[in-house]
């Protein structure tokens, strides 16, 4: 095996280790989630569907908002398979946000995917 080879075999290795970009925030954990409440720490929930096509296009801007604010702790949840975490937060449609400050509810948004309004909704947790 040339070290040439090697080389380009480690970094795809590498980069496969890399955490996918295509997941932002962490799956729904009811006891993080109340950890994280308690602890006052500003949180997003957000509401996603693989199928949605506004769920697609909010994505990359919710990794951008994490980016932008590394304190947010984000928790994904399935709108298909996380049926009593959607009636605990009264959501009856996918690509639904919802902003909290610690245990209080700041924002909620369904369906909007310009940046702008999106980054002004989570700014309300800080």
């Not at 799956?27 to 720490?41: H, L, V």
């Not at 929930?45 to 919710?62: G, L, N, Y």
């Not at 245990?103 to 309300?124: F, H, I, N, W, Y």
Request: hydrophobic share 45%; charged share 20%.
């Amino acid at each position: 095996m040339s070290s040439s080879f090697l080389r380009t075999a480690i970094v795809i290795a590498a980069v496969l280790a890399l955490p996918s970009l295509a997941n932002a925030g962490q799956p729904f954990d009811a006891k993080a989630f109340q950890a994280s409440q308690a602890a006052g720490k500003s949180i997003l929930v957000d509401v996603t569907a693989p199928w949605c096509p506004t769920c697609k296009q909010q994505k990359p801007i919710v990794q951008e908002i994490e980016k932008e604010h590394p304190d947010l702790v984000v928790y994904d949840v399935d709108f298909d398979s996380a049926k009593d975490v959607l009636k605990q937060f009264r959501v009856q449609y996918q690509s639904t946000l919802i902003v909290f400050k610690g245990s209080k509810e700041v924002a909620r948004s369904t369906g909007e995917t310009d940046p702008a309004p999106l980054r002004a909704l989570v700014a309300k947790a800080f």
